[in-house]
């Protein structure tokens, strides 16, 4: 699998490292003061408290799997969360698991082989997955206090890369994937605008059998684009997480949007 950023060839470690520390604390700041109870719109039936639980728990969560290089898949997420009685002091909870978060990474050999349950069996692998993770939802608390948020287009454009890369893996906790069918159709999504993204696309074939990344740069066999959704890094990366709509006018559509619609009802989660 390829696209023109390199998919399987991420942003260097250590940039992941800085931006999930930068994303956490912009989490935090986004919830801290906001009503707890207060509603994320784009996370339906959650509340800005279960929002804060959930960054914090995964984040926690996934640094136990990095501390133990787990081999195989786990039996069970359970870890010591130290949770605040009061909802509203998860905002500072989240924050304070920075410093063991940054700890575990500076430790962890990106290249150390271990479980994954995406395509890069590497530890490398938690921190960019973290990384995306804690952005997205940081948009989402952002949204739902009354903030714009505003993402950096490379940091978008890699997010792109590893939801794509990752996303036929996915079935194992979202079975919708697992249906994503077709008759060798191929959906395509590029960057458009300002910012280092601009340019970058991805391919995916729909077949019989399930879907792939084609090769970047097309080559003999790989057919014409069945529908192509052009946007900036940002809108793209918001738009594969389900927070965009592609009837927005920051995406430029061309071809057949029921093909669009199909990867939409089966890509969600």
Not at 95 to 106: D, F
Not at 131 to 159: K, S
Request: with cysteine; net charge negative; proline share 7%.
């Amino acid at each position: 699998m390829a696209t023109t950023n390199g998919a399987g060839h991420p942003l260097p470690y250590d940039t992941y490292r800085a931006a999930i520390e930068r994303e956490t604390r912009r989490f935090a700041e986004a919830v801290r003061g906001a009503d707890p109870a207060g509603a994320v719109p784009s996370c339906p039936d959650w509340t800005l408290a279960d929002l804060a639980r959930h960054v914090g728990t995964v984040q926690r969560w996934f640094g136990t799997l990095l501390t133990r290089r787990v081999q195989e898949p786990p039996r069970s997420r359970d870890v010591e969360l130290g949770l605040p009685d009061d909802p509203r002091d998860y905002a500072d909870w989240v924050a304070a698991g920075v410093p063991g978060v940054a700890a575990v990474l500076r430790d962890t050999d990106p290249g150390a082989a271990m479980w994954t349950w995406g395509e890069d069996r590497h530890a490398r692998f938690w921190a960019r997955r973290m990384l995306f993770e804690t952005l997205v939802h940081r948009v989402d608390a952002e949204r739902a206090v009354g903030r714009e948020p505003d993402l950096d287009p490379v940091l978008a454009a890699d997010g792109v890369d590893e939801f794509l890369v990752n996303l036929p893996y996915a079935g194992v906790f979202a079975p919708g994937v697992t249906k994503l069918r077709g008759d060798g159709e191929i959906v395509a999504f590029r960057c458009t605008g300002p910012g280092g993204a601009a340019g970058e696309q991805w391919r995916v074939r729909l077949d019989a059998d399930g879907f792939r990344m084609l090769p970047a740069g097309g080559g003999a066999g790989s057919g014409r684009e069945t529908v192509t959704v052009r946007g900036q890094a940002a809108d793209l990366l918001l738009l594969l997480y389900g927070r965009r709509s592609y009837q927005e006018p920051d995406f430029d559509v061309s071809g057949d949007v029921t093909v669009l619609d199909r990867w939409v009802a089966h890509t969600a989660f």
